[in-house]
């Protein structure tokens, strides 16, 4: 299988697993992704953008410092800027964090719930799908710019399709 389509079909795995939307962001330099899936309700991606709060996400903080994954209420107490509560406004009710770091590259992600706390399985599941997404995108110089090319062709029409 051609790792564009590979992609594909784990973006649309999670977001069939992710009742609320996900937000993955791989090869995080600094704080700028390389690639970044997105499938959040566009108001929620709106006021999220248009108020900065990825500055002062408690999920993403902890993403960047962390391996594995923590439930958004295990957050909370260190959020001053409410982004959960805020999340929880635009019906993002439950929600992951996960963080990924592999030969000196890290991905975060944020997977979430309008209908209930995900199972241990379901958690398990997005783990894997987030990791192998975190590995075949994780491109060498000789191929680089053929697949990310498509990889960010593709990370529009996902995001944008998903949002409709």
Not at 21 to 46: C, E, M, N, S
Not at 108 to 131: H, N, P, Y
Request: glycine fraction near 4%; proline fraction near 2%.
């Amino acid at each position: 299988m051609n790792h564009t389509r590979e992609v594909h079909d784990i973006l649309a795995e999670m977001q069939g697993l992710c009742t609320a939307g996900f937000a993955v962001a791989l090869h995080v330099i600094f704080t700028t992704p390389r690639f970044l899936f997105q499938t959040y309700d566009p108001v929620w991606a709106k006021v999220y953008s248009e108020k900065g709060l990825v500055m002062r996400d408690p999920t993403v903080k902890w993403a960047l410092q962390n391996d594995g994954m923590i439930d958004w209420q295990d957050l909370e107490d260190d959020d001053p800027a409410e982004v959960i509560r805020q999340a929880r406004e635009h019906g993002i009710e439950y929600g992951f964090a996960a963080s990924v770091c592999q030969n000196d590259s890290r991905s975060i992600g944020s997977f979430t719930s309008k209908d209930g706390a995900f199972s241990e399985e379901v958690k398990q599941s997005l783990m894997t799908l987030f990791r192998r997404l975190h590995e075949i995108t994780n491109v060498d110089e000789d191929t680089e710019d053929t697949l990310s090319d498509l990889l960010k062709r593709l990370s529009v029409e996902l995001t944008h399709a998903w949002q409709k």
